[in-house]
């Protein structure tokens, strides 16, 4: 019998309709759980963790320098990630994505682009967040976040240059980069109901990517009739929308619904 020689590579059966390399922390577990929650059909998430030297984020010194260590590590993750041929790349971490404002998001972006090359989209957190709050023609907010000072004075910044009115920014303070994922859920759903959510407030965004509220907010939002978004749930959306797969997916949020 004669045996069927391949002369060309075929398309590939594994994400078909895409693969999207995700880049996070070394001490991050919130994203890949949550990713692994939403898996379109033809569609795959691959992870490439970059090392966090000083988890340590009890200060805001101490903030600073994950910050700046971070900057040194994530290039070596994008790396690695594309030697699995991804199409596109999803920054799952949000403390560098917001510092600087809006012109440092641009600048972020613009330093990834250097080694990626033109031709592969990339989703940051902090633009994930404001594109997503633009489909809901958000303007009043309120934020929380796992941060220091320091980290919530960024934040606050991107949000007010990117339009919108920060009501209310409450930071956690979490002492490490590996404590932040274990937050009592307790403890958030009564920062966001108690001391968040108000008359003046159209909108609640969660910011901090080991920060899993994933299993949280969509029953929040139900409760309080507004638009309650985690960032590991914008930068999937944003991602996948990005890429052409528009799927709509119900218990993940009026986010993943609606648009």
Not at 49 to 67: G, H, K, N, P, Q
Not at 98 to 126: C, H, K, M, S, Y
Not at 163 to 189: E, Q, Y
Not at 202 to 226: C, H, M, W, Y
Request: aromatic share 10%; charged share 25%; net charge negative.
């Amino acid at each position: 019998m004669d045996t069927q020689v391949l002369t060309k590579p075929q398309e590939p059966w594994i994400g078909s309709r895409g693969r999207i390399g995700v880049i996070i922390p070394s001490t991050n577990t919130g994203v890949e759980y949550d990713c692994l929650r939403l898996v379109p059909h033809g569609v795959t998430w691959h992870f490439s963790r970059f090392w966090v030297e000083y988890t340590d984020l009890s200060s805001d010194d101490a903030f600073m320098d994950f910050v700046h260590a971070i900057r040194e590590t994530i290039p070596n993750s994008l790396r690695d990630i594309m030697t699995a041929e991804v199409d596109y790349i999803m920054m799952g971490m949000s403390a560098e994505t917001f510092w600087g404002g809006v012109e440092g998001n641009d600048d972020f972006v613009d330093r990834l682009r250097e080694q990626l090359g033109p031709d592969i989209g990339i989703t940051t957190g902090a633009d994930s967040v404001r594109r997503a709050m633009e489909k809901f023609g958000s303007k009043d907010i309120a934020v929380i976040t796992p941060y220091q000072s320091v980290g919530d004075e960024q934040v606050m910044n991107f949000f007010t240059q990117s339009g919108f009115n920060v009501k209310r920014l409450v930071g956690m303070k979490c002492d490490t980069a590996t404590s932040i994922a274990h937050t009592p859920r307790g403890d958030v759903m009564d920062l966001v109901l108690n001391e968040l959510d108000g008359d003046d407030v159209d909108t609640i965004v969660q910011v901090g990517t080991n920060l899993s509220t994933l299993d949280l907010f969509p029953a929040i939002e139900r409760k309080i009739g507004k638009p309650v978004l985690p960032i590991n749930v914008t930068n999937m959306w944003h991602a996948l929308r990005t890429i052409g797969v528009n799927d709509k997916f119900h218990g993940f949020g009026r986010l993943f619904e609606e648009f």
